[in-house]
């Protein structure tokens, strides 16, 4: 679709499971599971939501989902489908690997990181994107490579750490920037220490790739959040704040793992109306 200037495509660059008690945390599952029902391992049907975007000439990735790296098992355990999804998205929009600008991944844990990298026929890891400027929080990058107990499982570095190989290719955000013109990057925390929100503008439009502050569309329910955030009170404040200004401003919001629907507008009223094209 497009948006002003904006040229969007969004893409699912994986299709995957998590545990439901991981994904909506102290809301009991006789309330989620009506929306998004679990099977027989308590399992719920999630998408690595990605964006393609042109605008000015120049082509922006955000988020690049799961990727190809994972062991037999543990794509097994995920049930992993589709994780090709990212790459053949772009080949059928007649985009190369090299005609990347700009890679935005909204933090570094393995289902959004996993794609940055990716193994050549002799299993050496490489940069998917190796032309492009990777964008990340500095406070994200340092956490990934020393996480606490509880967050250790959520990073690989194999996902992340060749893109500081003397490449020269990634930016270190301290907070809020405009990394392009019409291409802000907010820092919200929350979910990880360096989480941020892609913003995409031009003029009076706007879309919003929300990341983990909004995963699916039960979580457009403020108090609706993941076991998994570090700050769950920072995660509510950020998702207020966002959610006012999408609703007051008609800002088009990406949801990173909804299978279903996964891109829309909030009404004022807090129904979630999906874009009719995307669905």
Not at 74 to 101: F, N, T
Not at 111 to 124: I, M, Q, V, Y
Not at 160 to 165: C, I, K, R, V, Y
């Amino acid at each position: 679709m497009r948006l002003g200037d904006l040229e969007l495509y969004i893409l699912i660059a994986g299709r995957w499971k998590a545990d439901g008690g991981l994904m909506f945390g102290v809301v009991p599952k006789v309330l989620w599971e009506k929306q998004k029902p679990a099977d027989g391992q308590n399992m719920i049907d999630m998408a690595c939501v990605g964006l393609v975007a042109k605008i000015n000439g120049r082509v922006i990735v955000c988020e690049t989902g799961i990727g190809t790296k994972l062991s037999e098992k543990r794509a097994l355990q995920v049930a992993l489908r589709e994780p090709e999804g990212l790459l053949h998205s772009l080949r059928r929009l007649g985009i190369r690997p090299d005609e990347v600008d700009a890679v935005i991944t909204t933090h570094l844990h393995w289902d959004h990181a996993g794609g940055l990298t990716r193994r050549d026929e002799g299993g050496c890891l490489e940069l998917t994107f190796p032309k492009a400027r990777h964008f990340i929080q500095r406070s994200e990058w340092n956490f990934a490579l020393s996480p606490d107990m509880r967050s250790q499982s959520a990073y690989v570095t194999d996902d992340f750490t060749p893109l500081a190989d003397g490449n020269d290719l990634v930016e270190y955000l301290e907070g809020d920037a405009e990394v392009m013109p019409g291409v802000h990057v907010r820092h919200v925390g929350g979910h990880t220490p360096g989480s941020q929100v892609l913003v995409l503008r031009s003029g009076e439009l706007a879309c919003a790739v929300t990341g983990d502050l909004v995963c699916q569309t039960p979580h457009l329910r403020v108090p609706w959040t993941m076991s998994a955030d570090i700050e769950p009170l920072r995660v509510l404040q950020q998702k207020a704040r966002l959610f006012d200004e999408a609703q007051q401003h008609r800002w088009l919001l990406v949801l990173s793992h909804e299978p279903d629907q996964p891109a829309g507008y909030l009404e004022e009223d807090g129904r979630w109306r999906p874009e009719p094209r995307l669905t």
